[in-house]
Nanobody, 123 residues
Framework: VQLQAFGGGLVQAGGSLRLSCTAS????????MGWFRQAPGKERDLITA????????HYADSVKGRFTISRDNAKNTVYLQMNSPKPEDTAVYFC?????????????????WGQGTLVTVSS
């Protein structure tokens, strides 16, 4: 599967931004989807993941209550709604997909990756 993330840009702290990630192919609903981010000089971290049918989600503590992951399997798309972003949310955001993940907090098993989209949050 090929993933393409878009929607990044400059946003003011306290505003909102929605990222999208579109997948190629006809088997999107078989993949667990995740959003990762990597800030300058830091490791890439999982911030949220969603199960195949969208019924389960996982959030890192750093974004819980502010960001929301969702998916539309009919459109082969996963979304990341970013509300009340903070300057420390500035990073390159990546979407990722994997067929085998069972535990949504798993970070190391994603097989497919999008190209990343930069989000800059100004104070």
């Amino acid at each position: 599967v090929q993933l393409q993330a878009f929607g990044g840009g400059l946003v003011q702290a306290g505003g909102s931004l929605r990222l999208s990630c579109t997948a190629s192919g006809r088997t999107f609903s078989r993949y667990v989807m995740g959003w990762f981010r990597q800030a300058p000089g830091k490791e890439r971290d999982l911030i949220t993941a969603i199960s195949r049918n969208g019924g389960r989600t996982h959030y890192a503590d750093s974004v819980k209550g502010r960001f929301t992951i969702s998916r539309d399997n009919a459109k082969n798309t996963v979304y990341l709604q970013m509300n009340s972003p903070k300057p420390e949310d500035t990073a390159v955001y990546f979407c990722a997909a994997d067929l085998s993940i069972v535990v949504l907090s798993t970070t190391s098993s994603y097989e497919y990756w999008g190209q990343g989209t930069l989000v800059t949050v100004s104070s």
